[in-house]
């Protein structure tokens, strides 16, 4: 039997990986298509799942009535397409920014500052007696990079060397980042040259 | 008028979201949930608004003439997974998760396979070790990549060990360094949209 999902997906796939050689009509065909679907998928999967879910059942189901405040405020953001009334819509935005930030804030402190402060601080002698390296270097790391991003004072002398000291740690973290983000881009290369050379042209087995 | 009313609606859901963060009350919980159940309401309509937009767009371009059949492939996938979804539905087995599985999963999957293509390119390019900082950045990457390989010959447990050590010490030493700037960024950010004293959310002046 023939396997069509596999036959389109390999068409697919090989049109995306046409664009290696330069930009092309089959490429930009591909590109549209993945736009197009992923819309559509991304607004089937909101409206069930937020918009009727949360919305419609509990609202029409079980006569939330508090649910016509969200109801209200979300056709009110339609108003944008309306020049006259468009201001209408900022009272929405108003709500979702205003309680967002509200959330952001304790959050916020808890969990990225708090935390990775609390983190960082830790005993720099082990129970040996010896000097926790891993620790200290936590330790100088956190603090330049912290000055290295503090701009009130000029990065001059004894700040000047410590912000210093700071560029070299981010040039760590951005080299380990940059060689995970390729070794995850390259899994997935090789993901889908399998599938092409196994399932869809069966030259490896 | 609508500039006050939004600014007193934004600080009063901030308000409201950041006081009842310090409060177990029953009532205040409820608020929250209520309210974080508004937010993803109102984000959904949101996207809605946008993907009208889009549609807009497309057809506004379509008349114009401009790259007709790639917007008519965009606006076909757009509408053929609703449609889809309201024939068959959403469950497994069904023409919506079919075309999910084999045409937007390889798609998506192969786009973001390229990269790794066009990241290699730019690293050949951007890594030139001109300076301190750019030589740690390349050593950085380097061990990185080697130590994640399975390169025949290249497998050297002391490489592993030491690029597990850089990821989990200096490495983390400067994203802490990040996060906790990212914390209090985004803390001053909220406070200052919920007192109104970063108003760009509302647009004009």
């Known amino acids: ?205 | 008028m609508t500039r006050k009313f939004a600014l007193m609606t934004c600080f009063i859901f901030g308000l409201v979201m950041f006081v009842q963060y310090f409060s177990n009350h029953p009532t205040a919980k409820l608020l929250n949930q209520s309210i974080l159940e508004y937010w993803q309401i109102i984000f959904a309509f949101t996207l809605i608004v946008g993907i009208a937009g889009f549609i807009m767009n497309s057809v506004r371009e379509l008349r114009e003439g401009e790259s007709k059949i790639y917007k008519l492939a965009s606006l076909g996938g757009l509408i053929l997974m609703p449609l889809l979804a309201m024939i068959w539905g959403i469950k497994a087995d069904t023409p919506f998760t079919w075309i999910f599985e084999n045409v937007q999963v390889p798609l998506q999957a192969t786009v973001f396979s390229l990269l790794a293509f066009f990241v290699a390119s730019a690293s050949f390019r951007g890594f030139r070790a001109r300076s301190i900082p750019a030589g740690i950045l390349l050593a950085s990457a380097i061990i990185i990549l080697i130590s994640r390989s399975s390169i025949p010959g290249f497998q050297f447990d002391f490489l592993t060990d030491f690029a597990n050590w850089l990821r989990s010490n200096p490495a983390m030493a400067a994203r802490r360094g990040i996060l906790i700037g990212i914390g209090l960024g985004s803390v001053t950010t909220s406070l200052r949209v919920i007192l109104g004293i970063e108003r760009t959310w509302l647009g004009g002046k």
Do not use: C
């Open chain 1, 1 to 205: 039997m023939i396997d069509w999902g596999t036959i389109v997906a390999g068409i697919l796939t090989l049109a995306v990986l046409t664009f290696l050689y330069r930009d092309n009509p089959l490429y930009k065909m591909a590109e549209s298509i993945l736009i197009g679907i992923s819309i559509g998928y991304t607004l089937v999967i909101v409206w069930q799942t937020t918009l009727v879910d949360l919305l419609f059942d509990p609202l029409f189901g079980d006569s939330r009535l508090s649910l016509l405040i969200p109801l209200i405020l979300g056709l009110l953001m339609f108003s944008r397409f309306l020049s006259k009334y468009s201001f209408l819509s900022k009272i929405p935005i108003a709500v979702m920014i205003g309680s967002g930030a509200g959330v952001a804030i304790p959050v916020m402190i808890e969990a990225r500052t708090m935390k990775q402060i609390s983190a960082t601080v830790a005993p720099l002698v082990s129970s040996s007696g010896m000097p926790d390296i891993s620790a200290l270097v936590v330790l100088v790391g956190v603090i330049s990079t912290l000055i290295y991003f503090y701009f009130s004072r000029e990065h001059k002398g004894f700040i000047g060397r410590i912000a210093n000291l700071g560029t070299y740690f981010l040039m760590i973290f951005f080299g380990a980042t940059f060689g995970y983000t390729v070794m995850s881009r390259m899994s997935t290369l090789i993901g889908r040259m399998e599938f092409i050379l196994t399932d869809f042209l069966h030259l490896t087995q």
